[in-house]
C-alpha cells in the first residue's frame, strides 16, 4: 500500500471543492484509490477506474488521482510520471458543443488559440485532445500533451453552463508549468470574451 506518511502535502484544490464536484470529499476518494493501489497500476488507470466505475467528471477524476498521488508522496507539485503538468479549470455560460466549436472552427481558434494549437481529436460532447504548436521555451512543439474535459449542466432556470477542465502534460520543469499556465490564463481570458459576446 501507498505511504500515507505525507497527508501535510500541499493541496492545490480544497476538500470542499471535491466533494462539491464529485459527491464525496477526499478521504472517501483516497480510500477507494487505496483499494485500488495506484502506486502499482498508475495515474491512468485510477484515473479511468474513477471515470468509468465511480462516474466522476473526466477532469475531476484526473484531479482526484493528482490529489491522492501528492497525499501519498508518489509525487510532488505538478509532477507526473512523464515530466510537469499544469492545469487549469473555468465554468462559461454556454454549451459544451460552443466550447467545442471553438477548438475546432478555424475562424473562431484563431480569435484566441492563435495556431499554438493543433487539435487531433474530438470527442463531443466530453473531450478535446490537442497538440502544442507553440513557444519552445514552453514545450517543444509538436507535442501532443493537452487534454481537455467538458462537464455541462442545466440549471432549473434553463440556464447552461460548461465546465472546461484543462491539463497540459510533459512539461520538462517547474518553471515551464508556470509559463504554460501564464500562457493558458491569457487564453481563457480571450475565451471568456468570445462567450461573453455570443460570437460562437
Known amino acids: 500500500m501507498p505511504n500515507t506518511s505525507r497527508k501535510s502535502a500541499r493541496r492545490a484544490i480544497s476538500d470542499a ?36 466505475n465511480h462516474k466522476i467528471p473526466g477532469w475531476w477524476c ?41 477548438w475546432s472552427k478555424p475562424s473562431l481558434k484563431k480569435k484566441w488559440l492563435g495556431d499554438d494549437i493543433v487539435v487531433h481529436k474530438v470527442s463531443p460532447p466530453k473531450s478535446i485532445r490537442a497538440t502544442w504548436n507553440g513557444d519552445a521555451k514552453i514545450q517543444e512543439p509538436g507535442t501532443k500533451s493537452i487534454s481537455v474535459w467538458l462537464t455541462e449542466k442545466k440549471s432549473k432556470d434553463g440556464t447552461v453552463k460548461c465546465q472546461m477542465g484543462l491539463q497540459h502534460e510533459k512539461l520538462g520543469t517547474a518553471a515551464k508549468v508556470a509559463k504554460a499556465k501564464e500562457w493558458w490564463g491569457d487564453r481563457v481570458r480571450r475565451f471568456s470574451r468570445i462567450a461573453d459576446s455570443g460570437s460562437r
Open 62 to 102: 484526473q484531479m482526484v488521482v493528482v490529489e491522492y498521488e501528492r497525499a501519498r508522496g508518489l509525487r510532488k507539485v505538478n509532477q507526473k510520471a512523464d515530466g510537469f503538468s499544469a492545469s487549469i479549470s473555468r465554468t462559461f455560460e454556454c454549451s459544451a458543443a460552443d466550447i467545442i466549436n471553438a
Open 17 to 52: 471543492a471535491i466533494a462539491k464536484a464529485t459527491g464525496h470529499d477526499s478521504k472517501h476518494w483516497f480510500k477507494v484509490l487505496d483499494k485500488f493501489d495506484v502506486k502499482k497500476k498508475g495515474h491512468k488507470a485510477a484515473a479511468e477506474h474513477l471515470y468509468d
